[in-house]
């Protein structure tokens, strides 16, 4: 059996998820189309889900990475609590400049009402994904704690 891990090493590790899990999804996407899965019926949603992961994480890298150095140079988590404090206000740290970003970029060619509706939905889906990353970690974290996987 292995040996347990803190749960502040659990939380550095699933750091990387954001950056993994688009690569393993583009290879489900890959694999998928080659061998001609993808176009079934029920692998439709599938498809669908990773390929979404997969943009999702080529969009979402710069502003991701941005957070991390950010967090590292400005934070000295050392708790659990700190880690799962910082894994929930994540994705308002990053949503918030992506999405200003992408209406700063959309101002530049259409008119302001445009650029403040692309700042809006791009912020909301950044928001969203962002969540939904930090329910898998912690969720992981509780189902990893019960299996006595995580200290």
Known sequence: MLKPISAEAFYRR??????????????????????GIADRPGSIAVADLAGFIAIA?????????????IAVAFTNPTTERDYRRMSWFAPGFI??????????????????????????????????????????????????KRMRCVQ
């Open 14 to 35: 699933a750091a990387f998820l954001p950056l993994v899990l688009p690569v393993l999804a583009a290879g489900l996407v890959t694999l998928m189309n080659v061998s």
């Open 57 to 69: 994480g080529v969009v979402g890298i710069a502003p991701y990475g941005l957070w991390a150095v």
């Open 95 to 144: 949503a918030f400049p992506f999405g200003l970003l992408l209406g700063l970029l959309e101002l530049g060619r259409a008119p302001l009402g445009s650029a403040i509706k692309t700042f809006t939905t791009f912020g909301i889906l950044a928001l969203g994904v962002g969540y939904a990353y930090a329910v898998v970690v912690n969720l992981g974290l509780l189902i990893a």
